[in-house]
């Protein structure tokens, strides 16, 4: 494992990439209180780390992690990621830890999430505002809707927060949340605010009708 003062001292040195090796591609730069990477860290080392864990930090933009073009797990826990961040595109992520950050608003949040990351197997988004659970006082009901509509975006995932994803959960979620004209709807190249709105409206409540009309036949074999 890798720190920022290690890098420090070994990027003075000029023998970094000696600190990353085949046995260790773990680069840690938690509570550093940084809001990027420097420049030289990153063209030193996105191309050979594997993992990142850039944790209790002040995180909010991540294009840098464009430079990482071979990480298979980030870990981004109690940074200010909100609804708005962008991920780049990163097909080769299949962990995520996002838990303890801003984030406000599901949609279109996922949905911008599964472009850039298709291929997740693991996420965890606890202590959001936008993930109801016993961590912020959402209730039950509330917890279940998010969890389905995230497994509808990521019917591929082994585990979603502190609980792995069971066939029967992806079962339900994708025929709760079916989005194929929506989804059609929102890949035009641009259309206004308002109707950005409306779409939002819409997606909301229809997985509202058809979440609560069959919550109560389906909570023993999801949960």
């Not at 917890?143 to 990521?154: A, E, T």
């Not at 979620?173 to 409206?201: E, G, I, V």
Request: glycine share 2%.
């Amino acid at each position: 494992m890798t720190s920022l003062a290690k890098l420090v001292y070994v990027n003075n040195r000029g023998d970094d990439a000696s600190y990353i090796t085949a046995e260790n591609k773990i680069l840690t730069l938690a509570y550093e209180n940084l809001e990027e990477i420097p420049l030289n860290l990153v063209y030193n080392f996105g191309s050979s780390v594997s993992t990142l864990d850039i944790s209790h930090n002040q995180f909010r933009c991540l294009d840098f992690l464009t430079q990482f073009d071979n990480l298979t797990s980030l870990i981004l826990d109690h940074n200010v990621v909100d609804s708005s961040t962008a991920f780049p595109s990163m097909p080769s992520l299949r962990l995520l830890w996002l838990n303890h950050n801003k984030v406000a608003s599901l949609y279109p949040f996922i949905r911008n999430l599964h472009n850039s990351c298709p291929n997740l197997r693991y996420l965890s988004l606890m202590g959001n505002t936008a993930a109801p659970s016993y961590l912020n006082g959402g209730s039950f009901y509330e917890y279940l809707q998010y969890r389905l509509f995230v497994i509808s975006w990521f019917p591929d995932l082994k585990h979603l927060d502190d609980r792995a994803v069971t066939s029967d959960q992806v079962d339900e979620a994708l025929r709760l949340f079916k989005r194929p004209l929506l989804d059609r709807f929102s890949l035009t190249s641009s259309y206004s605010p308002y109707l950005q709105f409306l779409q939002n409206k819409i997606t909301s409540f229809m997985a509202s009708v058809s979440f609560l009309s069959s919550t109560n036949n389906t909570r023993n074999s999801i949960v």
